[in-house]
């Protein structure tokens, strides 16, 4: 959902509580991007395609190795990069590596399934980027197709994990709300019932909120 795109900064607040509380989905994904060389809203994620949507932080330097990665990508899916920036050529490269497993319509796609081809992504890129010459490192990538959602790290950039819960007037814990929440960056130690995510690790997150870690080989 893009809430704001301007060429200026602005000092006015910009309101998500009420927008996404009426969004009616399992998985979200917010990013706030501050890039001047990537303007407008193609090149704004997070990125979509058909029930898939995908957002990764920063914009790592991955010209080099931008050719050959195309190549991987069917024509199908070529068609549907609309903009310039480094996350959306990695999404497409992820969607290429789904279908080439027979995943990309299936709603009910397990994770593990979603994880192999983020893992699959990561290792063809660090692998283009190294005949080209190139040591780059990657931002933490999310990608979700509305049901479950598979979040990873890939080097020094954290990743926060956070189990969320309410408790009723007696101080028992609700069971009618129940979330996880993921959050890249910060500083320090993790705190506030944040756990951070090991480097090269995923958080797997099913539908019915079960969370797992797995490494990234494919």
Not at 40 to 49: A, V
Not at 68 to 83: D, S
Not at 172 to 193: H, K, N, Q, T
Request: negative net charge; proline residues 6%.
């Amino acid at each position: 959902m893009l809430r704001v795109r301007t060429p200026k900064s602005s000092q006015e607040a910009v309101d998500h509580a009420g927008p996404l509380a009426e969004i009616p989905t399992d998985c979200a994904i917010g990013q706030a991007v501050n890039d001047d060389r990537f303007g407008g809203t193609d090149n704004t994620p997070p990125f979509r395609f058909r029930r898939w949507m995908f957002a990764m932080t920063g914009t790592p330097e991955i010209d080099a190795a931008a050719p050959r990665l195309l190549e991987h990508i069917p024509e199908y899916l070529r068609r549907n990069l609309k903009g310039k920036t480094p996350g959306e050529l990695l999404f497409h490269v992820f969607l290429a590596m789904l279908h080439d497993e027979g995943s990309v319509d299936d709603p009910n796609v397990n994770v593990q399934a979603t994880r192999r081809a983020l893992a699959a992504t990561i290792k063809l890129v660090h692998t283009e980027l190294a005949k080209a010459g190139k040591s780059v490192a990657l931002g933490n990538l999310a990608v979700t197709n509305g049901r479950s959602m598979v979040c990873a790290r890939i080097d020094e950039e954290p990743l926060r994990l956070r189990k969320l819960w309410v408790n009723d007037d007696r101080g028992a814990r609700d069971e009618s709300f129940r979330g996880v929440l993921l959050v890249s960056g910060g500083d320090g130690e993790a705190r506030d019932g944040f756990e951070d995510v090991p480097a090269r690790h995923a958080v797997l997150v099913q539908r019915d909120l079960q969370v797992a870690l797995a490494g990234l080989e494919p």
